[in-house]
Nanobody, 126 residues
Framework: VQLQASGGGLVQAGGSLRLSCAAS????????MGWFRQAPGKEREFVAS????????GYTDSVKGRFTISKDNARNTVFLQMNSLKPEDTAVYYC????????????????????WGQGTLVTVSS
């Protein structure tokens, strides 16, 4: 599966952005999907994931209650709605996919994802 992330940009603290990850080559209804981010000088970290069925989601603690991951199988696209953004959310955001036969599998580690897209930069100003 090929992944194309978009939607990044510059936003003030407290603002919102919605990232999109368009998949091609395979239908994402058979894939668990995830978002990761890498801030300058830091390692890439898990942000959110969603199972292939869409019935299970997971978030890192720092974004719970502010970010929402969703998938639209008809559009073969995964979204990350980011609200109440903080300067510490500044990073390059990457989407990832993992083929799975388990509808509720919701991975959270980089090693659990086999396909990656290019990143999209999110900059939150204070």
């Amino acid at each position: 599966v090929q992944l194309q992330a978009s939607g990044g940009g510059l936003v003030q603290a407290g603002g919102s952005l919605r990232l999109s990850c368009a998949a091609s080559g395979h239908i994402i209804s058979m894939y668990a999907m995830g978002w990761f981010r890498q801030a300058p000088g830091k390692e890439r970290e898990f942000v959110a994931s969603i199972s292939s069925s869409g019935g299970s989601t997971g978030y890192t603690d720092s974004v719970k209650g502010r970010f929402t991951i969703s998938k639209d199988n008809a559009r073969n696209t995964v979204f990350l709605q980011m609200n109440s953004l903080k300067p510490e959310d500044t990073a390059v955001y990457y989407c990832a996919a993992e083929r799975t036969y388990s509808g509720n599998y919701c991975p959270k580690k980089e090693a659990n994802f086999g396909s990656w897209g290019q990143g999209t930069l999110v900059t939150v100003s204070s």
